[in-house]
């Protein structure tokens, strides 16, 4: 498996409370992801983390790491408070959208072929807050207007049910799939978190099959909850038959980019954190590649649950009889 790290992830992190783990510059970050068996990318928020194309490309090829994706940052500065794609004030939408274009041509100059956008400042709170009509209008705007900039580099939007607003406009793969059809725009793609779908209510497979059948590429970030917040735990720790099932679904696809993971250590030590995403998930590569897993899709075709559960408490729980 390709997998990357977000590399916010790899410092300092806080959530209302507390703070955790101790601040790092990018190259320490990238010295200590390289020290995490399985990992060849890292995915690096514009503007925040993004220094000079020169320098990050001379940091990439000392720690022997690759660019999985530009991440866009359109929530963080004081004018997207109320948000940015959305925003009633055209001149913060279009720093919004110059925001994406820049990471655009900094994804290009580092060698990247992706830019990520999760719009979460764009949302709302209350009813009567908003013009629904008009703030989808402007969405499908700037994201037209943002995928036709050097249409080389792929915009990859990711959604996700809340955070920063209480509703997020862009909440779920259905949503997303028709703010991408209505843009018209073939320069787009669904960024697919495994949390976001689960705790938005989601099937995480049926979600990938759904993109797919779109004609829609996908990039995945993995990570877990308890369906009723983000929690980016690691893989595999609340919902872990979803996700062999949906890596099981990706490779029925044929996806074969990044597994980015889009964890927060919090707690836990970093590189034990990552280590255990990158554990769980070669493991459950590895048993899926087994010749007797090619009985599990002739068991759903079948449509007797009672038998396709026995063959996973045989083949993915280990249970023997």
């Not at 655009?104 to 992706?114: E, I, N």
């Not at 249409?151 to 799939?177: H, N």
């Not at 059948?213 to 929690?231: F, M, R, V």
């Amino acid at each position: 498996m390709k997998l990357a790290v977000i590399t916010g992830f790899l410092g300092k992190t806080k959530d209302r409370f507390h703070e955790y783990n101790k601040e790092l510059d990018l190259d320490a970050k990238f010295s200590l992801l390289s020290s995490i068996p399985g990992y060849s990318g890292v995915e690096v928020v514009y503007p925040y983390e993004t220094p000079q194309a020169a320098e990050l490309k001379a940091l990439l090829a000392k720690h022997k790491l690759q660019v999985a994706a530009i991440n866009v940052n359109v929530k963080g500065e004081p004018e997207f408070r109320n948000g940015g794609l959305t925003s009633t004030d055209a001149a913060v939408r279009a720093k919004a959208v110059r925001f994406i274009k820049e990471a655009k041509d900094y994804a290009k100059a580092v060698g990247a072929d992706k830019v990520t956008c999760c719009p979460l400042g764009d949302g709302y709170e209350f009813a009567f807050q908003y013009d629904y009509a008009a703030a989808w209008k402007n969405l499908v705007s700037a994201f037209r207007e943002a995928a036709e900039y050097c249409p080389e580099i792929t915009l990859f939007v990711e959604y996700k049910p809340s955070e920063t607003r209480g509703k997020c406009f862009v909440d779920s793969a259905a949503k997303t799939v028709c703010l991408i059809r209505d843009a018209g725009s073939k320069g787009l793609g669904v960024t697919l978190d495994f949390g976001h779908s689960v705790y938005g209510g989601e099937n995480p497979a049926e979600a990938a099959a759904l993109v797919h059948a779109s004609g829609i590429p996908l990039y995945i970030h993995i990570n877990d909850n308890d369906g009723k917040w983000d929690w980016d735990y690691f893989c595999g720790t609340k919902h872990y038959l979803e996700y062999v099932e949906f890596i099981h679904e990706l490779k029925k696809i044929g996806y074969d980019g990044w597994y980015t993971s889009d964890t927060s250590p919090t707690r836990w030590d970093i590189a034990g954190t990552f280590e255990a995403n990158a554990r769980l998930s070669n493991k459950i590569e590895k048993l899926l590649a087994q010749p007797q897993m090619k009985e599990l899709d002739s068991l759903v075709k079948l449509g007797d649950y009672l038998k396709t559960w026995k063959f996973v408490e045989q083949h993915i729980f280990g249970l023997g009889d």
